[in-house]
């Protein structure tokens, strides 16, 4: 059964919506600084333990129309979303790296972002609590991952921190505000730590240029004079997955480009 390709690959994509399931359930609690392991979920309004039956990724959503069983409260789209995009990631790793440990680590830290990315997103901000046990754990799997070894990882760790602190202080020092904050300068560190210094400057370039493009749309759309703060850490995470699927054949590409003499 195992050796199907299509038995595998849905195998993952229920262990990835199980896993998303349990990021949910990350996304929500350690912003409060609640556990994540107990209780057992509750509906936010009425308090009642939610079902494993009600509880199941996906499925529930659909079957309870997005509402609580008891009082009838909305359930966040954020939950089949996170479930979802966490099941198609372990199938679309799978396919690239196959059942190997850096299947695992990547899954790992693929998962760690999404739950900053949801957390930044909904409060604005990105707890250390991930970050830095992120960066000793992303130097510990260069030990592991065929694509980097320690010095890289030990150079994006300082590179990643390094760069962000620069910019936010002359950001600081121009326009008298805070710009970066500092958990995006911790998250990078942690990107550098599990990808490599040559990843730091990919995912500089590719979320300055999402988030400039993302931001005049948001501005476009809210016709407002004053800036509209949009948080950085989806960004950044958006471009280290980039970065992880297509990173090697986007640099070969661009290098390939200059070589040619078309840039
Ligand atoms: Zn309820």
């Not at 199938?91 to 990315?117: N, P």
Request: aromatic share 16%.
């Amino acid at each position: 059964m195992f050796n199907s390709p299509f038995m595998m690959d849905l195998i993952i994509f229920i262990f990835g919506l199980a896993i998303g399931s349990f990021l949910n359930v990350c996304i929500y609690r350690i912003p409060k600084g609640e556990s994540i392991i107990s209780p057992p979920s509750r509906c936010p309004k009425c308090k009642r333990e939610i079902k494993f039956y009600d509880n199941i990724p996906i499925i529930s959503f659909i079957l309870l129309r997005g509402r609580c069983r008891y009082c009838g409260a909305t359930i966040s789209w954020q939950y089949p979303i996170v479930e979802f995009i966490t099941g198609i990631f372990a199938v679309t790793l799978l396919e690239f790296y196959g059942i190997t440990l850096s299947f695992f680590i990547y899954f790992f830290f693929i998962c760690a972002l999404i739950v900053v990315s949801c957390i930044d997103l909904r409060e604005r901000i990105i707890p250390d609590i991930i970050s830095l046990p992120g960066i000793a754990i992303g130097f510990f799997a260069s030990f592991f991952l065929p694509s980097i070894n320690y010095l890289d990882s030990i150079i994006g760790i300082v590179a990643g921190g390094g760069i962000l602190l620069l910019v936010g202080a002359g950001y600081q020092l121009i326009m008298k505000t805070e710009g970066m904050g500092g958990g995006d300068i911790k998250l990078l560190a942690m990107m550098g730590a599990f990808l490599g210094w040559k990843a730091v400057i990919f995912i500089l370039l590719v979320s300055s240029f999402l988030g400039a493009i993302i931001g005049s749309i948001l501005a476009l759309i809210k016709r407002e004079g004053r800036k509209y703060e949009i948080p950085y850490g989806p960004f950044l995470s958006i471009a280290a997955i980039l970065y992880i699927y297509f990173g090697r054949a986007i640099i070969y590409w661009y290098l390939g480009l200059i070589f040619h003499g078309r840039i």
